[in-house]
């Protein structure tokens, strides 16, 4: 018996599909545990008052609860034989990654709007210093020009390398100060 | 570079004959993966396509029954996305259901489904048989 046609699924066999389900049934619901635990206000449990299903501005969670309780009604169908393996199976996966993407997520979780404050903030204040300086830093010649060429550098250096150890500001403070104390010997 | 990859691959082989022909090397699984890639410069650290798209292989001679293969090598693709894509953190539970171990608590990853086929007369002949399959 080759591998081809059982990999299909045409002749499966029962004991390996249901030992399947269990290994993706057990994945689903160590995934749920941890969805559950970071939305406790969120019932998962089959509750025939509340239908989840049904509200239109459902947030991603509720469809999520929603659909796990499908699932529990599909994995009944299949204990009697009233749904195929790869019904259950695709559900399950797709349950699975779901709940992935969706934890993925809120681990990165900025507020944008905050963010975008804080930059402009940042930006009105980097203004307001460069117009305040500008008149000393333009007249101290070559020594203002070079404090100006050194901050517009470190700026630049702010961001993303693909330096982990973040060398590169080794070496601007190593010029930076070598410089000053070139001066500072005169 | 090339001849890193040579001294690798050459190595890679020497334990795969060793899994065919040793008798207690019969039942092991050979997981050869990257924690991640690079980009141009040859750094990492950031998020290029290059960075974060390491590869992840299953190597075994039991899978040889169970798998057709695949075209090697793949057509180069600026996003290297080959065969399948997988995120970093399904390799617990995977590894996890192939030995029959209990997934980690906090573990967000998924089942790899390209290796449920494995499963075609239980768990049991696969990874401890010695070798044996048994007749159903």
């Not at chain 1, 299903?53 to 309780?69: R, Y």
């Not at chain 2, 082989?13 to 092991?28: G, P, V």
Request: one cysteine or more.
């Amino acid at each position: 018996m080759s591998g081809a046609a059982e990999a299909k699924g045409v002749h499966a066999d029962s004991h390996a599909d249901s030992e399947k389900l269990d290994l993706l049934l057990a994945n689903a619901r160590q995934l749920l545990a941890i969805v559950q635990a970071t939305y406790p206000e969120v019932s998962f449990e089959i509750n025939p008052r509340i239908n989840l299903c049904n509200h239109l501005s459902s947030s991603d969670i509720t469809l999520l609860a929603c659909e796990w309780q499908n699932i529990q009604k599909l994995i009944e169908m299949f204990g009697v034989g009233k749904a195929t393996y790869d019904e259950v199976k695709d559900r399950l996966l797709a349950f699975s990654r779901k709940a992935q993407e969706m934890m993925s997520g809120t681990a990165s979780n900025y507020d944008l709007t905050r963010l975008v404050e804080g930059i402009g903030v940042a930006a009105v204040a980097l203004l307001l210093a460069l117009s305040a300086s500008f008149k000393s830093l333009y007249n101290s010649g070559a020594a203002g020009l070079f404090f100006l060429a050194v901050l517009v550098s470190y700026s630049i250096m702010m961001f993303a390398s693909s330096y982990v150890e973040e060398e590169q500001h080794f070496w601007y403070w190593m010029q930076a100060g070598w410089l000053a104390w070139l001066f500072a010997k005169e | 570079m090339i001849p890193k990859q040579q001294e690798m691959d050459g190595i890679v082989r020497q334990i795969y004959t060793a899994m065919e022909s040793e008798q207690h090397l019969r039942s092991s699984l050979l997981v050869l993966c990257g924690d991640h890639g690079m980009n141009d410069a040859g750094n990492h650290g950031g998020s290029a396509p290059g960075e974060t798209s390491p590869a992840l292989t299953f190597i075994s001679p039991k899978l040889q029954s169970t798998f057709q293969g695949n075209d090697c090598p793949a057509e180069p693709d600026e996003d290297f996305q080959y065969y399948s894509v997988v995120e970093q953190s399904d390799i617990a539970p995977t590894l996890a259901g192939l030995i029959g171990f209990p997934i980690p608590l906090n573990n967000l990853g998924v089942f790899i489904p390209y290796l449920l086929q494995i499963w075609k007369k239980g768990r049991y002949c696969v990874w401890s048989g010695g070798g044996k399959r048994s007749a159903r």
